[in-house]
């Protein structure tokens, strides 16, 4: 099962929106609404953001939104701030003995 | 809250078995309906599910992994451990426990991770 596709960076200044993709196959993102974001600062436990393609965990900000098309994913950050500064990947559910693939990585940066 | 530690040895031989635990306050790793999950990030490299156990005592490995790692729980002391036999470098990473609220993964919440080298 090969990785999940996601750009290395993005970046947008204080209050503007920025949007990260993840690119899988139709063996994962394609077949499946079990699409996840989490959110990773250096030295802190991740934080789920997004699950089942669109739905927030509570206390996760509704600047945060996810999406799905095909084999890719979204995930849409509005009204950039400070705190968004961290690394973003994805994931998907296979379905198969190796259940869940994760994305390369996405470094957003507030500028 | 719940909330999850990882503790284990940061430096581990070649060929020898790596062995992390992951604690769990604020909550029961006896409760239905969760899995208890490791996840280990190379540098550089993505996140990679290692394997999961739920309280029944089942669990689900890495194929690639599959021959190397138990995971178990340990109930009395509310916490899962990892084992991991026969380490090379490749397995230096930083090592993550996570708790599963769904078995097509969703991961809710996760320890903050602790780097595992392996020496030659």
């Known amino acids: 099962q090969s990785a999940l596709t996601q750009p290395p960076s993005a970046s947008g200044s204080p209050g503007q929106s920025v949007a990260i993709s993840c690119t899988g196959t139709s063996s994962d993102i394609g077949s499946y609404k079990y699409v996840s974001w989490y959110q990773l600062h250096p030295g802190k436990a991740p934080k789920l953001i997004i699950y089942e393609v669109s739905k927030r965990p509570s206390g996760v900000p509704d600047r945060f939104s996810g999406s799905k098309s095909g084999n890719t994913a979204s995930l849409t950050v509005s009204g950039l701030q400070a705190e968004d500064e961290a690394d973003y990947y994805c994931s998907s559910y296979t379905g198969s003995n190796n259940p869940f693939v994760f994305g390369t990585g996405t470094k957003v940066t507030v500028l | 809250q719940v909330q999850l530690q990882e503790s284990g040895p940061g430096l581990v031989k070649a060929s020898q078995t790596l062995s992390l635990t992951c604690s769990v306050s604020?909550?029961?790793?006896?409760?239905?309906?969760?899995?208890w999950t490791w996840f280990r990030q190379s540098a550089g490299k993505e996140l990679e599910w290692i394997g999961r156990v739920y309280v029944s005592g089942s669990t689900d490995y890495r194929p690639s992994l599959k021959s190397r790692i138990t995971i178990s729980l340990d109930t009395s002391k509310n916490q899962f451990s990892l084992r991991l036999t026969s380490v090379t470098a490749a397995d230096t990473a930083v090592y993550y426990c996570a708790r599963g609220v769904s078995a097509e993964g969703t991961f809710d919440i996760w320890g903050q991770g602790t780097m595992v080298t392996v020496s030659s």
């Open positions: 604020g909550g029961s790793v006896s409760s239905a309906g969760y899995s």
